[in-house]
Nanobody, 120 residues
Framework: VQLVESGGGLVQAGGSLRLSCAAS????????MGWYRQAPGKQRELVAT????????NYADSVKGRFTISRDNAKNTMYLQMNNLKPEDTAVYYCNAEGVAAGTLVGDYWGQGTQVTVSS
């Protein structure tokens, strides 16, 4: 499975961005997906996750009410709508996907990351 993020950039505080994560390869094995981020000098942290069906989502407290995760399985693409961005949201954002076969985790896939910079 290959994951490619896009949609990052520079935005002023209060602005919005929409990140996309396009999956290719053995996409039939993809189960849960998620977005993570890593700011300079900090550890990578969970932003949001979504189940295979999209019926269940989970968010970090710091982004609840501002970010929305979604996915379109027909397009093999996951999204992260980010509204009311804050300077502390500045980070490299990574796409993650779990590969599952016969109920067993067979892969943990990462994209290359996309930079999001929020100016004050």
């Amino acid at each position: 499975v290959q994951l490619v993020e896009s949609g990052g950039g520079l935005v002023q505080a209060g602005g919005s961005l929409r990140l996309s994560c396009a999956a290719s390869g053995s996409t039939f094995s993809i189960s849960a997906m998620g977005w993570y981020r890593q700011a300079p000098g900090k550890q990578r942290e969970l932003v949001a996750t979504i189940t295979r069906s999209g019926g269940s989502t989970n968010y970090a407290d710091s982004v609840k009410g501002r970010f929305t995760i979604s996915r379109d399985n027909a397009k093999n693409t996951m999204y992260l709508q980010m509204n009311n961005l804050k300077p502390e949201d500045t980070a490299v954002y990574y796409c993650n996907a779990e590969g599952v076969a016969a109920g067993t985790l067979v892969g943990d896939y990462w994209g290359q990351g996309t930079q999001v910079t929020v100016s004050s």
